[in-house]
Every structure is written in structure tokens, then in C-alpha cells.
């Protein structure tokens, strides 16, 4: 059933439509936590460190795939906006066809490629053939990921945020469970941890599917709908890409950073890889911001509220730097004892916790331009966010993540800063870009027309 978020209070509006999406979030970094937990548990620092790295590239292929289906959230939600139920049904046939097909061939061409891809990662001698496992089992299972994550963009864009919610709770306690029966029972290591996340998955994509068919969303979609259409398509591609690359290139500027971390070690490695696990969880916040900005933006558009669109970017931003102020700073006192949850190697847990205190500053400056990304988003001005980030990226991520490696090579807290300095630059830049557009609203030209 599609929701109308244009009326009522803003901020109730923000908190009642993110709380599901911070949950969706929270429960689908339970996927890669639950997996280094349960194997921390029953292998040694070789199988944490295989799924620290397997996991990551999985991560980095996920958060492009929700960046791409981010054009459907934002197309569907102009549509329901406008009350324009004919083009929602054809984003969401659209959006079917689009992504099956190309779930199809990057499964193809990241299993040839999958030796390759452990090379480059710089993967520890002892974690090859563990990582290699890991990655060859998700990479087949990588048109489940992609089916679930356009389903859930689908009810967000028709502004339901709880069944998403729902779906993922099912596969994250299916994965927990198969975890411990694969890893633990039949002690299949790194490859058990990728069959559940893969199995739990699937489970989770036949739940969803019965619920759409018994469900009235109040939106029709017919078999002509699944035909490509130009304008279409080329509106889901035209928000969809710039997010899409954008995440990927924050995810490759994490994987150097570990690859260069791999360098350095075993010990080094993994304490990158558990430390990248739990900020993953702090930046749900700033995430679910970005999501829900960009569903309500969307909608309010459509429904020519551009002032609420604005006050919806307010009100999110304020809630994400309050968050990662508070994190920020908790964390530089519980940083050792977070890492100590996943392993008990002295040495690792030393080294994580210096990484964690330089990196968790990133919370506070990442719900900025987060925020932002989603607002601009929304206008079909995803480019803006993709450039922001590519130029941090190239000036501040891995250039100094590279220097603080070279020179400070007994402590990770210089590599932590890189991020944050990162996101400095491309806060500036959005603020920049933000007050151009409301001292020229005449020339912001909204680049998707429905």
C-alpha cells in the first residue's frame, strides 16, 4: 500500500519512515558481523581475516546495487507524489528487467574474474584459499542480493519502509542460524559463512515474493510494463549510475586502505577488516538518512513542496551529526573492548582500537554529506554527490591513508583520519552546491521529468 509523505509533520515524518530503514540497515550489517562473530568463534585469525576481505568486496557490490536501484526509489516516489500510477508501474517493470539482466552477468564475470580479484585485495597468504571459497559461493548468489534490495526499493519508494524491514529480520535470523550449522557443526569455515549469507538471502527474496502477490500495493503491473522503455530507463540509469558509482568508489577507497593494511600483515588485516565491521554499523544512522531524504525529497517533488523538501534535508542532517557527535566521542572510550568482541589477539585488538579512534570522526562529517547526497538525489542531481566523493577520494582517502602507512608504521590511528578528512571536503563542497541552488532556484532545472 503506497503512503503519502508530503503532509503532516516533517520531523515525525523523517523518524517514522527512517526508524524501519536504520532497522533494514542494522539488520543487513548483521549479515557480515554475524559471520566474522561465528567464525571468530571456530577458526583462527586466517578465517576472520577471509571473511573480512570477502565480505568487504561483497559490501562494496551491494551498497553499488542499492545505489542503482536508488533511481526506482526516487522515480517510484515522484510518481506516487504526482499521483501518477501508470509510471510507477513501468519503473517497476522496468527496474525488474534492468536488474535481472545485469545481476546475471556481473555473477558471470566476477566468478571468471575471482582469482584475480583475491590478488589484487593483496590477500594474506593464509587467507587465499578461505577468501577465494568465500567469494566464489556469494558471487552465485549475487541475483538473490540483487533481487531483494530492488523489492525493498521498490516499498520505499511507495513509501513503505516496513516491509523492507521485515524481510531482512527473516534473513539475517536464517543466516545466524546457518552460520552456526554450517561453521560450527560441519566446520566449513569461511565457505559455511558464505553459504549462509547466501542461502539466507534467497529465503528472504521467496518471503518477499508471497508477500507481494498477496498483497494490494494499489499499483498494477502488467507484462507490458516489463518492456524497456527509453525514457525510463534512461531515468532510473540517470539517478541510479552517479549513486551507484559514487558508493563504489568509497568502497574501493576503503578496499585499498585495506589492501594496503594486508601489507603490513596478518595482524594488521584483520584489525582493519573487524574495525571496518563495527563502523559499519555507526554509519546506519547517516545511511538511513540518505535513503529516507531521498524517498520523502522524492515524493515532495512530486507534489511540487519543494520548502519541505528543504526543511526534510534540515531536519535529517541535524539528526545525523547529533548522532555522529555522540559516537564519536563514546566511542574513544570503548574502542579496544569493541574490537575485543571479535577476537582475542592482543595485538589485533591494540591495533583496531587506534584505528577506530582516527576513523569514527568520519560519523560526524559523513551524516553531512550523506544527507546532502540524498537531497540532491532526489532532484535527479546524483552527479553532484558522485563528484564530491570521487574528489575526495583522490585528495584526501587514499593519498593520505597511503602516507600515514609509509610513515607512522606502528599505529593505525593516522590511517583512520584519511576518512574523515575526506568527508571535510566533500561537506564544503555540498554546502557549497546547496547555497548556489536556493540563491539561483531559477536555474536549478529538475533533470527528470514526469
Same mark, same amino acid.
Request: glycine fraction near 8%; proline fraction near 3%.
Given at each position: 500500500?503506497?503512503?503519502?509523505?508530503?503532509?503532516?509533520?516533517?520531523?515525525?515524518?523523517?523518524?517514522?519512515?527512517?526508524?524501519?530503514?536504520?532497522?533494514?540497515?542494522?539488520?543487513?550489517?548483521?549479515?557480515?558481523?554475524?559471520? &566474522? #562473530? =561465528?567464525?571468530?568463534?571456530?577458526? $583462527?585469525?586466517? %578465517?576472520?581475516?577471509?571473511?573480512?576481505?570477502? !565480505? /568487504?568486496?561483497?559490501?562494496?557490490?551491494?551498497?553499488?546495487?542499492?545505489?542503482?536501484?536508488?533511481?526506482?526509489?526516487?522515480?517510484?516516489?515522484?510518481?506516487?507524489?504526482?499521483?501518477?500510477?501508470?509510471?510507477?508501474?513501468?519503473?517497476?517493470?522496468?527496474?525488474?528487467?534492468?536488474?535481472?539482466?545485469?545481476?546475471?552477468?556481473?555473477?558471470?564475470?566476477?566468478?571468471?574474474?575471482?582469482?584475480?580479484?583475491?590478488?589484487?585485495?593483496?590477500?594474506?597468504?593464509?587467507?587465499?584459499?578461505?577468501?577465494?571459497?568465500?567469494?566464489?559461493?556469494?558471487?552465485?548468489?549475487?541475483?538473490?542480493?540483487?533481487?531483494?534490495?530492488?523489492?525493498?526499493?521498490?516499498?520505499?519508494?511507495?513509501?513503505?519502509?516496513?516491509?523492507?524491514?521485515?524481510?531482512?529480520?527473516?534473513?539475517?535470523?536464517?543466516?545466524?542460524?546457518?552460520?552456526? &550449522? #554450517? =561453521?560450527?557443526?560441519?566446520?566449513? $569455515?569461511?565457505? %559455511?559463512?558464505?553459504?549462509?549469507?547466501?542461502? !539466507? /538471502?534467497?529465503?528472504?527474496?521467496?518471503?518477499?515474493?508471497?508477500?507481494?502477490?498477496?498483497?494490494?500495493?494499489?499499483?498494477?503491473?502488467?507484462?507490458?510494463?516489463?518492456?524497456?522503455?527509453?525514457?525510463?530507463?534512461?531515468?532510473?540509469?540517470?539517478?541510479?549510475?552517479?549513486?551507484?558509482?559514487?558508493?563504489?568508489?568509497?568502497?574501493?577507497?576503503?578496499?585499498?586502505?585495506?589492501?594496503?593494511?594486508?601489507?603490513?600483515?596478518?595482524?594488521?588485516?584483520?584489525?582493519?577488516?573487524?574495525?571496518?565491521?563495527?563502523?559499519?554499523?555507526?554509519?546506519?544512522?547517516?545511511?538511513?538518512?540518505?535513503?529516507?531524504?531521498?524517498?520523502?525529497?522524492?515524493?515532495?517533488?512530486?507534489?511540487?513542496?519543494?520548502?519541505?523538501?528543504?526543511?526534510?534535508?534540515?531536519?535529517?542532517?541535524?539528526?545525523?551529526?547529533?548522532?555522529?557527535?555522540?559516537?564519536?566521542?563514546?566511542?574513544?572510550?570503548?574502542?579496544?573492548?569493541?574490537?575485543?568482541?571479535?577476537?582475542?589477539?592482543?595485538?589485533?585488538?591494540?591495533?583496531?582500537?587506534?584505528?577506530?579512534?582516527?576513523?569514527?570522526?568520519?560519523?560526524?562529517?559523513?551524516?553531512?554529506?550523506?544527507?546532502?547526497?540524498?537531497?540532491?538525489?532526489?532532484?535527479?542531481?546524483?552527479?553532484?554527490?558522485?563528484?564530491?566523493?570521487?574528489?575526495?577520494?583522490?585528495?584526501?582517502?587514499?593519498?593520505?591513508?597511503?602516507?600515514?602507512?609509509?610513515?607512522?608504521?606502528?599505529?593505525?590511528?593516522?590511517?583512520?583520519?584519511?576518512?574523515?578528512?575526506?568527508?571535510?571536503?566533500?561537506?564544503?563542497?555540498?554546502?557549497?552546491?546547496?547555497?548556489?541552488?536556493?540563491?539561483?532556484?531559477?536555474?536549478?532545472?529538475?533533470?527528470?521529468?514526469?
Amino acid at each position: 500500500m503506497e503512503k503519502n509523505l508530503t503532509t503532516g509533520s516533517v520531523f515525525k515524518t523523517i523518524v517514522y519512515f527512517s526508524l524501519p530503514y536504520l532497522l533494514s540497515y542494522f539488520l543487513q550489517t548483521l549479515y557480515g558481523m554475524a559471520d &566474522l #562473530f =561465528i567464525i571468530g568463534q571456530f577458526n $583462527g585469525i586466517d %578465517g576472520t581475516t577471509a571473511v573480512s576481505i570477502g !565480505s /568487504q568486496i561483497m559490501h562494496m557490490l551491494t551498497v553499488m546495487i542499492v545505489g542503482l536501484a536508488m533511481g526506482t526509489t526516487v522515480i517510484i516516489g515522484r510518481a506516487v507524489g504526482a499521483r501518477n500510477h501508470n509510471l510507477a508501474s513501468i519503473a517497476i517493470g522496468n527496474t525488474i528487467t534492468l536488474f535481472l539482466t545485469l545481476s546475471i552477468i556481473v555473477s558471470i564475470v566476477l566468478l571468471v574474474a575471482i582469482n584475480s580479484i583475491v590478488a589484487i585485495m593483496s590477500t594474506p597468504t593464509e587467507a587465499i584459499s578461505g577468501t577465494t571459497s568465500y567469494l566464489t559461493i556469494c558471487f552465485i548468489g549475487i541475483p538473490f542480493i540483487t533481487a531483494y534490495n530492488i523489492i525493498s526499493s521498490i516499498f520505499r519508494g511507495m513509501g513503505d519502509s516496513k516491509s523492507p524491514m521485515y524481510f531482512i529480520a527473516i534473513a539475517c535470523a536464517s543466516n545466524i542460524v546457518l552460520d552456526y &550449522l #554450517f =561453521i560450527g557443526i560441519f566446520q566449513l $569455515g569461511a565457505a %559455511g559463512a558464505a553459504l549462509g549469507t547466501t542461502l !539466507s /538471502q534467497a529465503i528472504s527474496v521467496i518471503v518477499s515474493l508471497i508477500v507481494i502477490i498477496k498483497r494490494k500495493t494499489g499499483i498494477n503491473v502488467s507484462q507490458k510494463d516489463f518492456r524497456p522503455q527509453k525514457k525510463t530507463m534512461g531515468n532510473l540509469l540517470k539517478v541510479g549510475v552517479p549513486i551507484a558509482l559514487q558508493d563504489g568508489f568509497i568502497q574501493i577507497a576503503f578496499i585499498v586502505i585495506i589492501v594496503i593494511a594486508n601489507k603490513r600483515g596478518l595482524n594488521d588485516a584483520a584489525a582493519v577488516g573487524i574495525v571496518e565491521k563495527i563502523i559499519s554499523v555507526l554509519f546506519l544512522v547517516p545511511s538511513s538518512m540518505l535513503s529516507t531524504i531521498s524517498a520523502l525529497t522524492a515524493q515532495n517533488i512530486g507534489a511540487n513542496e519543494h520548502e519541505r523538501a528543504r526543511q526534510t534535508l534540515q531536519y535529517a542532517t541535524l539528526i545525523a551529526v547529533s548522532f555522529g557527535t555522540i559516537s564519536a566521542i563514546f566511542m574513544q572510550f570503548v574502542a579496544e573492548p569493541a574490537v575485543g568482541l571479535f577476537t582475542d589477539d592482543p595485538a589485533v585488538i591494540l591495533l583496531g582500537g587506534q584505528y577506530m579512534s582516527g576513523y569514527v570522526l568520519d560519523c560526524i562529517f559523513a551524516g553531512v554529506h550523506f544527507s546532502f547526497s540524498g537531497y540532491f538525489c532526489a532532484y535527479g542531481l546524483s552527479g553532484i554527490s558522485f563528484i564530491h566523493n570521487l574528489i575526495s577520494i583522490i585528495f584526501a582517502r587514499i593519498p593520505l591513508a597511503y602516507l600515514a602507512s609509509k610513515y607512522f608504521t606502528d599505529t593505525l590511528f593516522p590511517m583512520g583520519i584519511a576518512s574523515p578528512v575526506g568527508s571535510v571536503i566533500s561537506v564544503i563542497i555540498c554546502i557549497s552546491v546547496f547555497v548556489w541552488m536556493n540563491k539561483h532556484p531559477d536555474k536549478l532545472i529538475h533533470s527528470i521529468s514526469i
